[in-house]
């Protein structure tokens, strides 16, 4: 991976505000400067180099909303399996399992809810999968910097050595399983998203523990894969946590 540029005000002040080694910051010549106050204090304190630039410049950098600022940064490193289930032993830990994703915006969105309700990780596969680029660094408005990410060579290994280390796999798929919200969350879980076309490779699937689908009434009888892992994630931690 190569220098990676993120752009939009929550992505680059999370940014800052991490280890995230931060080369440059680009902002639109004319900009606010008040509204932006917060992440230009944080800038002038880690002394990284800011430069205004006209917008056609920013509108080059990438093809999703910019806000009139963006960062040029070193790439986003991935965590090792190893290193992350040390982290994790003796938790009920959740973790989600991306098979095949193919759309920086799922994959964001997915990170984005993660961070918000206390996932551990999220593991891709590093073929036929989408990879962490700036349009995911958008569209997870910061969380990135908060939330594990393993890009692993083989999912059924993977998933072999997670069982070793106390995880049950919790796959969704619409035939032969059960309703998502009979499932059990009294164990470490790793869930598994298909992608957004074919769901789980046949190998996976079989190496899941448990299989689980979401209720449709409706005329479209599948739902966006962010939107399903957002349900089962918030499931289980409905599961988990007491109402006060």
């Excluded at 990284?48 to 909303?65: A, F, R, T, Y």
């Excluded at 806000?67 to 991935?78: D, L, N, T």
């Excluded at 399996?81 to 938790?91: H, I, N, P, R, W």
Aim: hydrophobic share 40%; proline share 4%.
């Amino acid at each position: 991976m190569n220098e990676d540029i993120i752009v939009g005000r929550h992505a680059v002040k999370s940014a800052a505000q991490s280890d995230r080694e931060i080369n440059k910051v680009y902002i639109q010549e004319g900009i606010n400067k008040q509204q932006i106050k917060p992440i230009l204090d944080i800038l002038k304190e880690r002394k990284i180099m800011v430069q205004q630039v006209p917008k056609n410049k920013l509108d080059q950098m990438s093809d999703v909303p910019h806000q009139g600022i963006a960062a040029q940064i070193s790439p986003y490193e991935y965590t090792e399996l190893e290193d992350f289930l040390e982290t994790v032993q003796g938790k009920l830990s959740t973790l989600m399992i991306l098979d095949g994703l193919e759309d920086p915006h799922n994959l964001g969105s997915i990170i984005r809810t993660a961070d918000a309700i206390g996932v551990d990780g999220v593991i891709i596969p590093k073929r036929r999968s989408v990879t962490l680029n700036s349009t995911v660094v958008k569209a997870s408005t910061g969380a990135i910097e908060h939330v594990p990410v393993m890009r692993v060579t083989n999912l059924a290994q993977t998933i072999d050595r997670l069982k070793e280390a106390g995880f049950w796999v919790c796959g969704t798929d619409a035939k032969k399983s059960v309703d998502y919200r009979q499932m059990d969350a009294g164990m470490p879980l790793a869930i598994v998203i298909g992608s957004e076309g074919e769901g789980m490779s046949r190998l996976v699937k079989d190496k899941c523990d448990f299989l689980v689908h979401l209720p449709m009434i409706g005329h479209v009888n599948s739902l966006n894969a962010s939107v399903a892992a957002s349900l089962l994630m918030y499931e289980v931690y409905r599961k988990r946590t007491p109402l006060d």
